[in-house]
C-alpha cells in the first residue's frame, strides 16, 4: 500500500479537517483571539492530524502488504487467510473474518464435489463390472454358434475396447491409489494383449517382431496391458497404405531406466501435431482426416503413465514411423539387493 | 474325460460355458446354490474348478480359501474385476491362474487345457507311432532316426499329438502359437506346417498330418 493511495483514499477526510480549521481561523478572528494562541492551535491541530494518519497508515499497511505479498507468493491463493496474522483494527477483523468463512465454504464446496465424482467413479466401475457380464455371455454365444458368430464376436471386442476405455479414464482421473506397483514381465504383458488383439492383426497382416522384452520393469500389470492395448489399437488405425504393416516392440536397458519402444511404420504423425498428441481432446491431422478419433486415448495413457511415474514420449517422421516411448524407473531397492 | 465345476451367478453365462466345455470334451458340473459352494464344489471332486469372484453369500476368494482348506484341485479365478489388486489376492489364496470377462473363448479353453496338464500326475503322452518326443531338446525320432523341430514346430506338433485323432483348428494353432510369444501370420503357419509335415516323412512318417477342407488337420 503505497502512501500516496492511502492519502488519496482519505481525501475527503482531511478536506474536512482543513474545512474546520479554517472555521475556527474564521472564528479566532471574529473573537480576535491572539495571534500566537491561534498559531499554537494550529501546531496542535496540524500534528495530530499527520501523526494520526501516519499511525493508521502504517497500522493497515502491514496487514494488507501482507495480504498482497501473500497472494502473489502463495501457489494455493485460497491458504491466503492461513499465512496472515489477525489484525488490531476493526474492519481488518471484518475482511480477516470473511476470509475465513469464505474458505471454510469453499472446503466444503470442493468436498461435496469430490465426493461427488468419487461416487461418480465408483458406479462407473461397478456399471464396467455390470456390462462386462453380458458381453461376455455374448462372446460366449456367439463362439458356440461357431463360423457365423465371428462377426459378433468382432463388434462385441468393440464393445469391450470402449468399455475399457471408460474404466481407465475414470481410473486415471482418480486420485486414489488403486493399482499396485511390482515386478512385471514386458514378455508376459504384450503376449496378453497381442493374442487378445490377434484376430485384428491377422486381419490386417501386420507383422509382429519382439527385441529384449524378457526383461522386468517395476509397474502395475493391468494398467501397462491397458496402454499398450491402446498403442496396439493406434497402429492398427493407422496403418499406411503401400506396404506391409510392421509393428515393433523393443526394450533397452539405460542406466537409471529401462525404456520400452513400441514403433509401427504406419502413416506418421505431423511434426506439427507431434507436440500436442498426449493432449485431451487432441485430434489433430490424422485424427480428422482418416477416422474418427476422440482424442481421449493418448490423454488416458499418458495420465495412467503419470500416476504410475513412467514417463511417455513420441517421436516420428510423417508417412514414415511412429515410436512410442515409456521409460521405467528402475526400483534401487531391488537392484541394491542384487 | 476331465470335470470342470462352474462356480457362476450369472445363469446366462453358466448355460454357455457349459456348452462351450462340453464342445471342448469336458464334462460339466455346476451349483446354483451359493450358500454352500465350497462344500458342492468339494462334494462334486473335480478336477478343475471355474471359480467367480461375484459370488452371492461369499466371495470368491473366501471360497477359494474354504476349497483350498480341504483340497488341492486346480482353480481358474474367474472375473469381471480388472484390478491387479484382485488378481494379487487371488493368487495369493491359491489360484492356479486368473482370467478376466469378457474373455476369449479359445484363450479360456487353452488357460483350462494348460492348468489340467501341469496338474495332472500322470506323465504326458509323447509317443506318437513308436517316435517319441523329446520336448526340452526339440527332437523328435526313435533312436535311430530323428529330427529337430523348431519352437513353431515342436508347439504345432504337441498340439496335434496331445489331441490325437481330432480335427484341430488353424485358430487353435495360432492362439497356442501367439499364446506362446510367436506371432507368426497364416502363410508363416501353412509353411511351418509343410516343414513339420516333411520332417515327418523324413523319419518315415509319411501323410501323418491330414488336412480337413476348412476345419483344421488331424494327427493320425
Given at each position: 500500500?503505497?502512501?500516496?493511495?492511502?492519502?488519496?483514499?482519505?481525501?475527503?477526510?482531511?478536506?474536512?479537517?482543513?474545512?474546520?480549521?479554517?472555521?475556527l481561523?474564521?472564528?479566532f478572528r471574529?473573537?480576535?483571539?491572539?495571534m500566537y494562541?491561534s498559531?499554537?492551535?494550529?501546531?496542535?491541530l496540524?500534528?495530530?492530524?499527520?501523526?494520526?494518519?501516519?499511525?493508521?497508515?502504517?497500522r493497515?499497511k502491514?496487514f494488507?502488504d501482507?495480504?498482497?505479498n501473500?497472494c502473489?507468493?502463495?501457489?494455493?491463493?485460497y491458504?491466503?487467510?492461513?499465512?496472515?496474522?489477525?489484525p488490531d483494527?476493526a474492519e481488518?477483523?471484518?475482511?480477516?473474518?470473511?476470509l475465513c468463512?469464505?474458505?471454510?465454504?469453499m472446503?466444503?464446496n470442493?468436498?461435496?464435489?469430490r465426493r461427488?465424482?468419487?461416487?461418480?467413479?465408483?458406479?462407473?466401475e461397478?456399471?464396467?463390472?455390470e456390462?462386462?457380464?453380458?458381453?461376455a455371455s455374448?462372446?460366449?454365444?456367439?463362439?458356440n454358434?461357431?463360423?457365423?458368430?465371428?462377426?459378433?464376436?468382432?463388434?462385441?471386442?468393440?464393445?469391450d475396447?470402449?468399455?475399457e476405455?471408460?474404466?481407465y479414464?475414470?481410473?486415471?482421473e482418480?486420485?486414489?491409489?488403486?493399482?499396485?506397483?511390482?515386478e512385471?514381465?514386458?514378455?508376459?504383458?504384450f503376449?496378453n494383449?497381442?493374442?487378445?488383439?490377434?484376430?485384428?492383426l491377422?486381419q490386417?497382416?501386420?507383422?509382429?517382431?519382439t527385441?529384449g522384452?524378457?526383461?522386468?520393469?517395476m509397474t502395475?500389470a493391468k494398467w501397462?496391458e491397458?496402454?499398450?492395448?491402446q498403442?496396439l489399437?493406434n497402429?492398427?488405425?493407422?496403418?499406411?497404405?503401400?506396404?506391409e504393416p510392421?509393428?515393433?516392440?523393443s526394450?533397452?536397458?539405460?542406466d537409471?531406466?529401462?525404456?520400452?519402444h513400441?514403433?509401427?511404420?504406419?502413416?506418421g504423425?505431423?511434426?506439427?501435431?507431434?507436440p500436442y498428441?498426449f493432449?485431451?481432446?487432441?485430434?489433430?491431422?490424422?485424427?480428422?482426416?482418416?477416422?474418427r478419433?476422440?482424442?481421449?486415448?493418448?490423454?488416458?495413457?499418458?495420465s495412467?503413465?503419470?500416476r504410475?511415474g513412467?514417463t511417455v514420449?513420441?517421436?516420428?517422421?510423417q508417412?514414415?514411423?511412429?515410436?512410442?516411448?515409456?521409460?521405467?524407473?528402475?526400483?534401487?531397492?531391488?537392484t541394491?539387493q542384487? | 474325460?476331465?470335470?470342470?465345476?462352474?462356480?457362476e451367478?450369472?445363469p446366462?453365462?453358466?448355460?454357455?460355458?457349459?456348452?462351450?466345455l462340453?464342445?471342448?470334451?469336458y464334462?460339466?458340473d455346476?451349483?446354483?446354490d451359493?450358500s454352500?459352494t465350497?462344500?458342492n464344489v468339494?462334494?462334486?471332486?473335480?478336477?478343475l474348478?471355474?471359480l467367480?469372484?461375484?459370488?452371492p453369500?461369499?466371495?470368491?476368494?473366501?471360497?477359494?480359501r474354504?476349497?483350498?482348506?480341504?483340497?488341492?484341485?486346480?482353480?481358474?479365478?474367474?472375473?469381471?474385476?480388472?484390478s491387479?489388486?484382485?488378481?494379487?489376492?487371488s493368487?495369493?489364496c491359491g489360484?492356479?491362474?486368473?482370467?478376466?470377462?469378457?474373455?476369449n473363448?479359445?484363450?479360456?479353453?487353452?488357460?483350462?487345457?494348460?492348468?489340467?496338464?501341469?496338474s495332472?500326475?500322470?506323465p504326458?503322452?509323447?509317443?506318437?507311432?513308436?517316435?517319441?518326443l523329446?520336448t526340452?531338446k526339440?527332437i523328435?525320432g526313435?533312436?535311430?532316426?530323428?529330427?529337430?523341430?523348431?519352437?513353431?514346430?515342436?508347439?504345432?506338433?504337441?498340439?496335434?499329438?496331445?489331441?490325437?485323432?481330432?480335427?484341430?483348428?488353424?485358430?487353435?494353432l495360432?492362439?497356442?502359437?501367439w499364446?506362446?510369444?510367436?506371432?507368426?501370420n497364416?502363410?508363416?503357419?501353412?509353411?511351418?506346417?509343410?516343414?513339420?509335415?516333411?520332417k515327418?516323412?523324413?523319419?518315415g512318417c509319411?501323410?501323418a498330418?491330414?488336412?480337413?477342407?476348412k476345419?483344421?488337420y488331424v494327427?493320425?
Amino acid at each position: 500500500m503505497r502512501f500516496k493511495d492511502y492519502i488519496r483514499d482519505r481525501f475527503g477526510a482531511i478536506l474536512i479537517t482543513l474545512i474546520s480549521w479554517f472555521i475556527l481561523m474564521l472564528f479566532f478572528r471574529a473573537f480576535r483571539v491572539r495571534m500566537y494562541i491561534s498559531s499554537a492551535a494550529t501546531c496542535v491541530l496540524f500534528i495530530a492530524g499527520i501523526t494520526r494518519l501516519l499511525w493508521d497508515y502504517f497500522r493497515r499497511k502491514s496487514f494488507y502488504d501482507s495480504i498482497k505479498n501473500s497472494c502473489e507468493g502463495l501457489d494455493k491463493k485460497y491458504l491466503l487467510h492461513e499465512m496472515i496474522e489477525k489484525p488490531d483494527f476493526a474492519e481488518g477483523i471484518i475482511v480477516y473474518d470473511a476470509l475465513c468463512e469464505a474458505n471454510k465454504s469453499m472446503c466444503e464446496n470442493v468436498a461435496e464435489h469430490r465426493r461427488k465424482s468419487e461416487d461418480f467413479r465408483e458406479y462407473i466401475e461397478l456399471w464396467v463390472h455390470e456390462i462386462k457380464l453380458p458381453v461376455a455371455s455374448l462372446l460366449l454365444m456367439s463362439h458356440n454358434d461357431g463360423e457365423s458368430g465371428n462377426k459378433y464376436s468382432e463388434q462385441l471386442k468393440r464393445i469391450d475396447d470402449y468399455i475399457e476405455n471408460v474404466l481407465y479414464y475414470a481410473r486415471s482421473e482418480n486420485a486414489e491409489k488403486d493399482y499396485i506397483i511390482k515386478e512385471v514381465s514386458l514378455k508376459r504383458i504384450f503376449g496378453n494383449i497381442a493374442v487378445k488383439n490377434r484376430e485384428e492383426l491377422l486381419q490386417r497382416n501386420v507383422g509382429i517382431s519382439t527385441e529384449g522384452l524378457d526383461r522386468a520393469v517395476m509397474t502395475d500389470a493391468k494398467w501397462l496391458e491397458y496402454i499398450l492395448g491402446q498403442l496396439l489399437g493406434n497402429s492398427m488405425k493407422y496403418i499406411a497404405e503401400g506396404r506391409e504393416p510392421e509393428i515393433h516392440i523393443s526394450a533397452e536397458e539405460k542406466d537409471d531406466r529401462t525404456v520400452l519402444h513400441f514403433r509401427d511404420n504406419g502413416i506418421g504423425i505431423p511434426a506439427s501435431d507431434l507436440p500436442y498428441i498426449f493432449e485431451k481432446s487432441y485430434t489433430g491431422e490424422n485424427g480428422r482426416t482418416r477416422s474418427r478419433s476422440t482424442g481421449m486415448g493418448l490423454y488416458i495413457v499418458k495420465s495412467l503413465c503419470d500416476r504410475l511415474g513412467h514417463t511417455v514420449s513420441a517421436d516420428s517422421v510423417q508417412g514414415e514411423y511412429t515410436d512410442i516411448m515409456i521409460s521405467f524407473g528402475k526400483n534401487e531397492y531391488i537392484t541394491m539387493q542384487e | 474325460m476331465s470335470k470342470i465345476f462352474i462356480v457362476e451367478d450369472d445363469p446366462a453365462i453358466r448355460s454357455e460355458l457349459a456348452e462351450l466345455l462340453k464342445n471342448a470334451g469336458y464334462e460339466t458340473d455346476t451349483t446354483e446354490d451359493f450358500s454352500a459352494t465350497a462344500e458342492n464344489v468339494l462334494k462334486s471332486a473335480p478336477d478343475l474348478v471355474l471359480l467367480d469372484i461375484n459370488i452371492p453369500h461369499a466371495n470368491g476368494q473366501q471360497v477359494l480359501r474354504d476349497i483350498r482348506s480341504k483340497s488341492s484341485v486346480p482353480v481358474i479365478m474367474v472375473t469381471s474385476h480388472t484390478s491387479e489388486i484382485d488378481e494379487v489376492l487371488s493368487m495369493s489364496c491359491g489360484a492356479d491362474d486368473y482370467v478376466t470377462k469378457p474373455y476369449n473363448p479359445t484363450i479360456l479353453l487353452l488357460r483350462i487345457s494348460a492348468v489340467l496338464k501341469r496338474s495332472s500326475a500322470k506323465p504326458e503322452n509323447n509317443t506318437y507311432n513308436g517316435l517319441e518326443l523329446n520336448t526340452a531338446k526339440g527332437i523328435l525320432g526313435n533312436g535311430e532316426k530323428e529330427v529337430s523341430l523348431t519352437k513353431n514346430e515342436l508347439l504345432i506338433f504337441q498340439q496335434l499329438l496331445d489331441r490325437k485323432g481330432e480335427i484341430v483348428t488353424r485358430d487353435d494353432l495360432m492362439t497356442v502359437l501367439w499364446d506362446n510369444e510367436e506371432y507368426i501370420n497364416d502363410n508363416a503357419l501353412t509353411v511351418n506346417i509343410s516343414r513339420l509335415r516333411a520332417k515327418l516323412a523324413d523319419i518315415g512318417c509319411e501323410n501323418a498330418i491330414e488336412t480337413r477342407k476348412k476345419q483344421g488337420y488331424v494327427l493320425i
